[in-house]
């Protein structure tokens, strides 16, 4: 069964940092390219981070996206937190990078990240 999980999320005071995971099993990785997006309540689901087949790490902004296929793993390190970040994270498979939610396949359940003082 193709499984994604993620896990990582928590609640943050402005400026802190976490790392994300998505974690995959029953299928391999690095076949696909990893999508990270947020949905904060009431809003439509965000593009964040993404991940090719091809790349080990790709840095925008505050935002770092990693794998490690060793792991079957993909991280996203997020840097100076902003309360706009909060949302719940969800990591999804695709062919390649796309912004649009509907080239992705597999998605996660999803991890909350609230950030707050």
């Known amino acids: 069964q193709l499984k994604l999980v993620e896990s990582g999320g928590g609640l943050v005071q402005p400026g802190g940092s976490l790392r994300l995971s998505c974690a995959a099993s029953g299928f391999t990785l690095d076949y696909y390219a990893i999508g990270w997006f947020r949905q904060a309540p009431g809003k439509e689901p965000e593009g964040v981070s993404c991940i090719s087949r091809s790349d080990s790490d790709s840095m925008k902004g505050r935002f770092t996206i990693s794998r490690d296929n060793a792991k079957n793993t993909v991280y996203l390190q997020m840097n100076s937190l902003k309360p706009e970040d909060t949302a719940r994270y969800f990591c999804?498979?695709?062919?390649?990078?796309?912004?649009?939610?509907?080239?992705?396949?597999?998605w996660g359940q999803g991890t909350q990240v609230t950030v707050s003082s």
């Open positions: 999804a498979t695709g062919a390649y990078c796309s912004a649009f939610v509907g080239e992705y396949d597999h």
